[in-house]
């Protein structure tokens, strides 16, 4: 997952970073450097919020096309 798959899969289903926080065990700065690229998340930080966005219904493309949408049904 790339930071902007996370910024626009948050946006998709209308998660803020808080809320994405809470499900997940990252904290929100790790959350917010990864995003804007300013700081090098935790190997495992990325999995981790990808497993929840995809737990709320985004699905991810794969590498050579990155980006996101809803699950049908969602």
Do not use: N
Request: net charge negative.
């Amino acid at each position: 997952m790339t930071p902007a798959q996370c910024r626009a899969a948050r946006a998709l289903i209308d998660m803020t970073q808080a809320e994405l926080t809470g499900h997940a065990v990252v904290s929100m700065s790790s959350i917010t450097d990864y995003e804007t690229g300013v700081g090098m998340p935790d190997l495992r930080d990325p999995d981790e919020l990808q497993g929840v966005l995809e737990w709320a219904g985004v699905e991810f493309t794969d590498a050579k096309r990155p980006g996101v949408w809803l699950r049908k049904g969602e």
